[in-house]
Structures are given as structure tokens and as C-alpha cells.
């Protein structure tokens, strides 16, 4: 069965500066899709990024980038200047082949200080 | 174009009963996913419908159980409420349920089971 894992149960940033939340996941197959959702305290979960394992290419999405390592099986978010709105707690999640469902890892909650 | 609405927001029912839920997707999706969230659990996978069929199903009793119907509309029902069943419950709508289309998150219903 897949898993992922997120390490960091919080995270801390100052305003302007970069921050990376890291992800493993675990995995047999080879085709699959990672992404990174937002959950902020009004609890609705909005959708950060998403990578597609067989693109090599790291997605970005403006402030967010993510750092794919496909044979580590890691899926870091990097949040480059950061603002008071991006704190959140952030999922990292996993969505196989053979699933039609997302299996996340347990949130890591990051805070931002002005 | 309208999200996804959960209703209601909140929700406090006694031990032993049961308990129906609803969500409206985003018009013209047809996939409807169910999320259980609690602080200990995380995020984990209840139900998706397709159609009006339960195409997948995770790891929860019987007394989890959904619909869905002709226009779209969901509802998910639990009976005999146990404490444990006390969470934050999420659906997710997509086009087709797939990998490669974006999942749309409703704000949730927190159901406080006393």
C-alpha cells in the first residue's frame, strides 16, 4: 500500500523568507501524481501544486516549487517570500494509478511572523 | 462558477445516532469523494462516487455509507455514532475522478458527536 510522510509537524518562517516542507512517499508503481494542498483555518482545502512522476521537470506555480526526486521518492514544497497568508497547515498527498482516491500524510502546520 | 458546498457547517449529535451529510459538487462534475479528518487520523479516504456508483471504497464499518445521485448531489450517512466518529468530514469533486484533474474541496462539516 502507498504511504506518505510528512516529518515536520510545524514550521516556522519570517515574512519575505524561503521555506521548504518536506514529503516521502512510498510506492510500487511507476506512474502516479503528487501534489500539495493548503488548508487554512476557514478548513478548506485548496490545491498549491501538483507534479506528474513521469515529467522530470519540477512544477512551479509562482511562489511555490516543489523539488521532485523520483528515485528517493521525496516531494518537498519550497515557499519562496513568504507572506503572513500562506500559513496554513500543508498536505502532501499521493494519487496512483490504480486509485481514484488521495492518500495524504499528517499535515505539517506552518506559521508566518511579520 | 459555484464551488463545492458542504452542508451543514456544523453538527452535534448524541452517541447512538445517526447522522446525514450533503455535498453539491462544482456543476458538471461527476466524481464526489469523502474525507474523514481528525487530529490523530489525518485525512482518510471514506468513499467515491461516479454516476451514481460507488466506484472505490476505504477502510471504514458499515456504518459509513453514501449516495449519489442523478444530478451530482451527495450524501454521506453514518449510523450508530460513536464518539470516535467525532471529525471534520471533507468531500472533493472532479470532472472524471481522475489523477489528472483537479480535486475541488468543499469547507468541510465538523461533526461533534456527545
Known amino acids: 500500500a502507498q504511504t506518505v510522510t510528512q516529518s515536520q509537524p510545524e514550521m516556522s518562517v519570517q515574512e519575505a523568507e524561503t521555506v521548504t516542507l518536506s514529503c516521502t512517499y512510498d510506492t510500487s508503481e511507476s506512474d502516479y501524481y503528487l501534489f500539495w494542498y493548503k488548508q487554512p483555518p476557514s478548513r478548506q482545502m485548496i490545491l498549491v501544486i501538483r507534479q506528474e512522476a513521469y515529467k522530470q521537470q519540477n512544477a512551479t506555480e509562482n511562489r511555490f516549487s516543489v523539488n521532485f526526486q523520483k528515485a528517493a521518492k521525496s516531494f518537498s514544497l519550497k515557499i519562496s517570500d513568504s507572506q503572513l497568508g500562506d500559513a496554513a497547515m500543508y498536505f502532501c498527498a499521493y494519487w496512483g494509478q490504480a486509485g481514484t482516491a488521495l492518500i495524504f500524510g499528517k499535515g505539517t502546520t506552518l506559521s508566518v511572523s511579520s | 462558477k459555484a464551488g463545492v458546498t458542504q452542508t451543514p457547517r456544523y453538527l452535534i449529535k448524541t452517541r447512538g445516532q445517526q447522522v446525514t451529510l450533503s455535498c453539491s459538487p462544482i456543476?458538471?462534475?461527476?466524481?464526489v469523494s469523502w474525507y474523514q479528518q481528525t487530529p490523530g487520523q489525518g485525512l482518510q479516504f471514506l468513499f467515491e462516487?461516479?454516476?451514481?456508483?460507488?466506484?472505490n471504497k476505504g477502510n471504514f464499518p458499515g456504518r459509513f455509507s453514501g449516495r449519489q445521485f442523478s444530478n451530482s448531489r451527495s450524501e454521506m450517512n453514518v449510523s450508530t455514532l460513536e464518539l470516535g466518529d467525532s471529525a471534520l468530514y471533507l468531500c472533493?469533486?472532479?470532472?472524471?475522478?481522475?489523477?489528472?484533474?483537479?480535486?475541488?474541496f468543499g469547507q468541510g462539516t465538523r461533526l461533534t458527536v456527545v
Open positions: 472533493a469533486s472532479s470532472w472524471e475522478g481522475e489523477a489528472n484533474t483537479e480535486a475541488f
Open positions: 456543476s458538471g462534475h461527476r466524481s
Open positions: 462516487y461516479f454516476s451514481e456508483t460507488q466506484r
